[in-house]
């Protein structure tokens, strides 16, 4: 199973693992969580383990 990488920065020489979501779609959120919505980003050199999420707005500093 593949990593899911949507509405997302990933810095460079990031490792995403296998079944690791990062950021959403706008779509799936309504009202009030939609206009809070925003990217995902990873710094550099990050590693994202797997099954781990990241969510929107979410500012990844340090490997998960």
């Not at 939609?34 to 994202?48: D, K, P, Q, S, Y």
């Amino acid at each position: 199973a593949g990593a899911i990488v949507e509405y997302a920065i990933v810095g460079e020489d990031c490792v995403i693992s296998e079944n690791a979501h990062i950021g959403r779609s706008p779509e799936e959120y309504e009202g009030e969580a939609r206009e809070n919505w925003g990217i995902a980003v990873t710094g550099h050199r990050i590693t994202v383990g797997k099954g781990m999420q990241v969510a929107p707005q979410q500012i990844l500093s340090e490997s998960i």
